[in-house]
C-alpha cells in the first residue's frame, strides 16, 4: 500500500501528483508560527487568500529528506498546532493515511474493528486498520 494522490483542502478533489500540490499555511505573530496547513492544487482556485499566506511545493516535503524537515519543525515548534503538523506528516508519508482519511468518521460510527479501540488515540491508526478502511470504503 502506498500514497498514490492527495485531496485537496478546498476543492476535496485528488491531487494525482506531488507536483501538482502545494502546501500552504498561514504565519502568525512575530514567531512567524504556522498555522491553517492544508494541502492544495497547484492553481489560483485552490489556494489561501489573505495576509500571511506561505507556500511549499507538495514534493519539497516528500520523501526522506522532506519528513526530516517536517520532524525538525516538530521539534522546534515550527507549527502553532503540534497535531496540524503530525496530520500533515501522517497525510504525506503513511501509506493508505490520505486514502483512508475521508472514511474515519464513518468507520467510528460503524464500529469498524480497530478504529474505535480504546488503546488507540483518533487519527493514529495502524497500517491493518488503515487497509481495513480503504476495502470496506473504497
Known amino acids: 500500500m502506498e500514497t498514490t494522490y492527495w485531496i485537496c483542502d478546498i476543492c476535496n478533489e ?6 501538482n500540490g502545494y502546501v500552504e499555511w498561514r504565519s502568525i505573530g512575530k514567531n512567524t508560527n504556522k498555522k ?8 489560483a482556485d485552490c489556494q ?7 507556500s511549499r ?5 516528500s520523501g ?7 520532524l525538525e519543525y516538530v521539534s522546534t515548534d515550527e507549527f502553532n498546532n503540534i497535531e ?18 475521508p472514511y474515519f468518521a464513518r468507520a467510528i ?3 469498524v474493528p480497530g478504529v474505535a479501540d480504546a488503546n488507540t488515540k483518533h ?11 480503504i476495502n470496506t470504503y473504497s
Open 48 to 54: 489561501l487568500e489573505g495576509d500571511g499566506v506561505s
Open 14 to 19: 485528488k491531487i494525482n501528483c506531488e507536483a
Open 84 to 101: 496540524e503538523n503530525l496530520e500533515l506528516i501522517k497525510r504525506i508519508h503513511m501509506p493508505g493515511y490520505e486514502e483512508a482519511r
Open 36 to 43: 491553517e496547513i492544508k494541502i492544495v492544487h497547484d492553481s
Open 64 to 70: 526522506n529528506t522532506g519528513l526530516m524537515e517536517l
Open 123 to 133: 487519527r493514529y491508526y495502524s497500517q491493518d486498520v488503515l487497509k481495513q478502511i
Open 109 to 111: 460510527r460503524e464500529d
Open 57 to 61: 511545493p507538495l514534493i519539497d516535503f
